[in-house]
DNA sequence: TTACCAAACTAACAAGTGTTAGTTGAAAAT
DNA sequence: ATTTTCAACTAACACTTGTTAGTTTGGTAA
């Protein structure tokens, strides 16, 4: 029960794949060869190709959410939210890059767990878009369409599991503050 | 030779299907059940299914890339390219939104034309970089790491797609309006 | 030793894949 | 009136897909 290193591989074998081809187009086959065994075999471990996407997405996920709650229950302001809410992502990006990419690409290949995930991806953002409009009308925020404002940064945090396997250098603490800068202290007043 | 019209649905149907679930699993049956037809029916207009996904990304990149010499080779402000780059994409995924999902989430599903691809895409990414390395020397851009300025801009830009068609409200120019604003007006000194 | 168990294997399946070949009926061109 | 062209069709192909069943192996516990 404590060391599941073996089904873990293999989901992150997976996820290193589906960043890079997308669930639909990475076969069990593929992801045997890359765990070297035949495809028979990963079926000791897994249940099925659709249970791996979603032991991947779903506990990503998930972390968003618990994020994003600790976030919003914080005593600060709304301007500093935003910056832990870029924090959280590079956080979580940071661990898992390839993770990200099969939640940003591949929720739609989820099946029972579909209509859950869009439930925490709206919440989620419902409670993002909260933050930023709190942000106006305190003036915090210069004055500007909250949800461009949200689309916006939440695009581009999305995107970072392209971006930071590139830029090993840059450490996590650097880079949140680097794209806090970009990101918001552009629209600070 | 004029009127294409018959392949011409074919492919914007594939876009559509394409970016809902990507190329990858979307079947030649899925295509044809789409345009009310037999798999087979399609080969009387399309040579095969790879030259579809090239016929919508390959399209879409060239225009981008003539759209970005013409802004280079503008003798305007580099805030002004910028501004001009943001009403590129702005303009260009208005009127292909479901092309533009393809070009961002299957492009590497490209076979032949991949290297091109690839190679238009480090193009118009050198080119970007440079407008806004050039606005920072001038002092019309506040100092600031100038690839997270790109990496944000372009992952906004890129994400359009998602966004556009869910505000059929704003028109064209007042979205590369407001996002001008937000994306711009921010790092502006 | 014996029994057990995790984790690999081979073999096979039914269904689905992109694509080709050849055919048909209707419309357009001659 | 005849031929050609267009755009659909049926049937089939060789291959790939996710998955199951049953077997083998090597190490650990009894």
């Known amino acids: ?14 996820a290193k794949l589906f960043k890079e081809k997308g669930y639909s ?30 032991a991947i ?17 914080s005593e600060v302001s709304n301007i500093d939210k935003l910056k832990k ?7 979580i990006t940071s661990r898992n890059t390839n993770g990200m990419a099969s939640l940003n690409n591949d ?3 989820l099946e029972d767990q579909l209509e859950y995930y869009l439930q925490l991806r709206d919440e989620y953002e419902t ?4 933050v930023i409009k709190k942000g ?3 003036s915090e925020i210069r004055q500007s369409n909250p949800e461009i404002i949200m689309f916006s940064m939440l695009t581009t945090l999305r995107s970072l599991y392209l971006w930071i396997p590139k830029k090993e250098d840059l450490n996590a603490n650097d880079l949140a503050k680097s794209l806090s800068e970009v990101l918001i202290d ?3 007043i």
């Open 107 to 109: 929720w739609m290949h």
């Open 57 to 73: 997405i779903i506990s990503i996920a998930e972390e968003f959410t618990n994020g994003m709650t600790t976030i919003i229950n």
């Open 25 to 54: 187009a990475v076969t069990m086959r593929d992801l045997a060869t890359a765990m070297g065994m035949k495809a028979a075999s990963l079926y000791n471990h897994i249940n099925s190709k659709q249970d791996i996407l979603k």
């Open 127 to 130: 409670n993002f878009l909260n």
């Open 186 to 188: 552009g629209i600070n």
């Open 1 to 14: 029960m404590k060391t599941e290193t073996r089904k873990e591989e293999i989901i992150n074998t997976a």
């Open 85 to 91: 809410i870029v924090a959280l992502h590079v956080n």
């Open 136 to 138: 106006i009308s305190s």
